[in-house]
């Protein structure tokens, strides 16, 4: 085997494992047993004196991550990269467990320096997010994988029930790892080289052009003798250099106008492909050879920043059936904080509607981070057009709603369109597939929409001018038009 490969079963001096984890409920500043991980978070391992990059990772789908160092003993601190405008830190350290706390000082994302003196594997480094107001961050990540590949990280997208969406914030880390480099002079000269090692990434998002991502570890005035008649990347004519790291942080993207903002609307995911590549750069001679490992890992999150704030109920599902005389409604939650109960509300118009019934919610103190199901019975309902919501109840008496669900009895045919006068959103029912035209007073087309399968429609009005318009609902069932006011 060479002696440049050799070095791929280098094993680490220690390891360094934490977790990061995003508050729920009431903030205590440390990890509460039902608070879960966040996926891509960047963790980077920095000598303390040089200030240079010796190791990195990302933390995985559960929140936790391994870091290797290969330098050994010394001075270190860790820092972490996350996407700011969706999470601010915890306090540091507000606990008295450490595997609990969280060990980064809000102002800089680092720790304390601490010295490693011995090969003991480190843990309680772990860091705490909590959610800024009226966002939600989404993350998603490729671990070390030796280049060059070629994949998509997919992200959902904004879900028009959370509420209004006004901006999307697309953050990029890498993590890069050399296990070996090696440089070999075959001439029969002495040389001087400058070796360089890097990666190149882009990441294309669904608007806009592609986000690239590059960086390079140089080592400079690399003296090497003539060739000594064995190629080996090392002796008195080659060299190696085993474990080297880099972090790179890329440059985020801020997303603000409607028509791209739309890319990023509806059920399903984004797609961000991306392409990287590793790169090898030598200087000094026409002679030199060179054998590399390049390992790169990718994490993309998007921060949704919306208007008039989060449900603090994440509705996974919300279906009305129809079973003989009755309905059920059935729905279930992702995630439910500081929730006391659920009224079940009932329309006729899609406008005005009547507390039916209420349920209590089966999460432990309101707080839960697992699927919930919930089921309600409205009995003998009346003939026509019926239309339900669930109302959520704060343990404070604050409340949200679910999205509208509409059952179509015989012989209606009416549309809903709702809120009117309406302010950045308008809501659309129309019991089928179908598709929605918006002209101003002049009659000049503004937008055309299609209405899916669901008969429901969310439409975006943030970029429209206040005024009257004229709505068409069309669907097998004929078309209606209504004016509807915008009020922005």
Known sequence: MLAGSSAMAQAPYNTITGFVWKEQGTQNNVKDGSETGVRGIMVTLIDAISGATVGNAL??????????NFRGTGDYVLQFDYPVAGYDLVDQRAGS??????????????????????????????????????????ASSKPFTLTDWNEALLLPK???????????????????????????????NAVSTSPSAGIQVAITPPVGTAINVTNSILHT???????????DYNGNSGHTWSNEFASVVGTPRTITLASQLNAFRGSGSVSFPINSQGTVTLTGGGNLLSQISTQLGVSVSIVYEYAGGILPVDFKSFTATPQHTDVNLDWITATETNNKAFEILR????????????LQSLAANGNSFSDLKYRFVDKNVPEGNLFYRIKQIDKDGRYSFSPIRQIAGSGATKTVLYPNPATGTVNIIAGGEGQVTIRDLSGKLVQRFVIG????LAIDLSHCTNG?????????KGTETQKLEIRN
Request: glycine fraction near 8%; avoid cysteine.
């Open 59 to 68: 933390s995985d789908s559960l929140g936790n991550y391994t870091l290797n």
């Open 97 to 138: 467990d450490n595997l609990l706390n969280s060990a980064a000082d809000p102002a800089t994302a680092q720790t304390a320096v601490f010295t490693i003196s011995d090969p003991d594997a480190l843990t309680g480094y772990n860091l705490g997010v909590a959610a800024k107001a009226n966002t939600i961050t989404y």
């Open 158 to 188: 904004s879900d028009s029930a959370i509420g209004v969406l006004t901006k999307a914030t697309i953050y990029i880390n890498s993590t890069e790892w050399h296990p070996y480099f090696g440089v070999e002079n075959t001439s029969d």
């Open 221 to 231: 005035n690399t003296s090497l003798a003539a060739y000594d008649g064995t190629t």
């Open 347 to 358: 329309s006729v118009d899609g406008k005005t509607f009547d507390v039916i019934g209420s």
């Open 453 to 456: 399968a669901s008969g429901m």
């Open 468 to 476: 009257l318009y004229f709505v068409a609902i069309q669907t097998a």
